[in-house]
């Protein structure tokens, strides 16, 4: 079964500091990958999303992620983070419809 | 929010009640998906629909039934509610499939 896979449950990070989330995908074929954020209280909102072409794809708010299809990854990353980053962020993977990860918890200090 | 919204937001129910919780969208997407949000689970695909009609389960869809009998409402039942089924529902919406989901605020349900 098509699985993600995010292996940073809880990150704590101060200002400035640089980011990066990893997410792994088990399924083999043709993938559309996304990174979704969720603030407290709120929906999830798109971030950026890959389809094909050139594996370094940038987002919304200064997010990009790379598709290395090697590792089955799609990590996502930020340079410098700020305390309104705090959020969970959630990998997917879509084939018939998405499949999440369980998510990866930012909380970013002043 | 882009068209989609969910009702009730908020509900408490009995454990052995039916609830049904509507999706309704002004953007005629073809597509419309029910998932639920558990501490530790992400979101996990309750049911979707590819049309009027058309509906077909997701990976956790045992107790919940859908029914999409217009474009623009997507209904989740719970013939007989359990405590298990206490979560947040939300309801997204797509165009294309292969495209990113727009999703609604959410339905908070407690069933005690």
């Known amino acids: 079964a098509q699985s993600v896979s995010q292996h940073n449950h809880h990150v704590i990070l101060s200002e400035a500091a640089s980011l990066e989330l990893g997410c792994n995908y088990s399924?083999?074929?043709?993938?559309?990958l996304f990174w979704y954020v969720q603030y407290p209280g709120q929906h999830l909102q798109l971030l950026l999303k890959?389809?094909?072409?050139?594996?370094l794809v940038k987002g919304i708010k200064g997010f990009e992620a790379e598709f290395i299809k090697s590792k089955f990854s799609f990590n996502l990353r930020k340079p410098s983070v700020q305390w309104s980053d705090t959020a969970e962020y959630f990998c997917?993977?879509?084939?018939?419809?998405?499949?999440f990860g369980s998510g990866t918890r930012l909380q970013v200090q002043p | 929010d882009a068209g989609i919204t969910q009702s009730p937001r908020h509900k408490v129910t009995e454990t052995g009640t039916p609830v049904t919780l509507r999706c309704h969208q002004t953007?005629?997407?073809?597509?419309m998906y029910w998932y639920r949000q558990d501490p530790g689970h992400g979101l996990r695909l309750i049911h979707y629909?590819?049309?009027?009609?058309?509906?077909d389960k997701g990976e956790v869809s045992d107790g919940y039934s859908v029914s999409r009998s217009k474009t623009e409402d997507f209904l989740l039942t719970l013939e007989s509610a359990t405590s298990s089924q206490t979560s947040v529902y939300f309801c997204?919406?797509?165009?294309?499939?292969?495209?990113?989901?727009?999703f609604g605020s959410g339905t908070r349900l407690t069933v005690v």
């Open positions: 953007e005629n997407h073809r597509y």
């Open positions: 629909s590819y049309g009027v009609k058309d509906t």
């Open positions: 890959y389809f094909s072409g050139d594996p």
């Open positions: 997204a919406i797509s165009e294309v499939q292969r495209y990113g989901y727009t």
């Open positions: 997917a993977v879509r084939r018939r419809a998405l499949t």
């Open positions: 399924y083999g074929g043709t993938v559309n």
